[in-house]
């Protein structure tokens, strides 16, 4: 199943808060179902055990879904450092799997940092982004803060999610030529022979009260 790290700078509380788009689709009771999946699948990792499995009154919680788990740790002042996030783009597997997956490869296998440790576990946070299916869009109705986008051109991809451009402080076209960026694309490709899909996301985490983009 292939991966996708998403990377993102230092950021306040307040950046990793988004706001209320639509209805929400998950329930608060199934929020805090799947950020303790989360959860449960580093501290079994750090203390070598099996990852959790399914919630067996929750089937909603077993379609297959994609989703990125996003680590951040708290600092001095009331920040939030980065510390991981890697997510599945596409819907491989069921939603809890996917989110007890993608959480232990934020913590142990995003390239860009140190596996996580027992010491960092107490300070962290988690976000989840859980994505709509990706619907091929024309690059002028994109709309920043509800569209997440996939640019992909032969076998070269790149994904950003909805609130990067938010936190950025991009428009369209600077959105649309940093998802080329993140492709390994010029960062003008998206006017030429590329395929551009959006997908919304549903985000919530330890921080916040649950949003929706």
């Known amino acids: 199943m292939s991966k996708l790290s998403e990377k993102s700078p230092e ?34 990792t750090l203390e070598g055990r ?13 379609e297959p879904r994609g989703v990125f788990t996003t680590l951040y740790l708290r600092t001095d002042g009331g920040r939030h450092q980065l510390r991981g996030c890697v997510g599945y783009a596409m819907p491989v597997a069921p939603l809890h799997r996917a989110v007890a997956e993608t959480a232990r490869a934020a913590a ?20 989840l982004s859980i994505l709509s299916r990706l619907e091929p869009i024309a690059a002028e109705t994109v ?5 997440g986008l996939l640019i992909s051109q032969g076998n070269r991809r790149g994904l950003l999610l909805p609130q990067v451009a938010i936190e950025q402080g991009w428009d369209r076209e600077t959105f649309l030529e940093q998802t080329c960026r993140k492709a390994g694309l010029p960062t003008d490709a998206w006017r030429h022979n590329t395929t551009i ?10 921080i916040e009260e649950p949003s929706d983009l």
């Open 11 to 44: 950021t306040s509380t307040s950046a990793i808060r988004t706001s209320t788009a639509k209805a929400a689709e998950f329930s608060p009771d199934q929020r805090r179902i799947l950020l303790a999946i989360a959860h449960e699948a580093i501290q079994a």
């Open 108 to 127: 142990f296998d995003d390239s860009r940092f140190s596996p996580l440790t027992m010491e960092e576990y107490p300070h962290l946070d988690i976000s």
């Open 143 to 147: 709309e920043i803060g509800r569209h």
């Open 197 to 206: 899909e959006a997908f919304t996301a549903e985000v919530f985490g330890d």
């Open 50 to 62: 099996q990852l959790p499995t399914a919630p067996l009154d929750q089937p909603e919680l077993a």
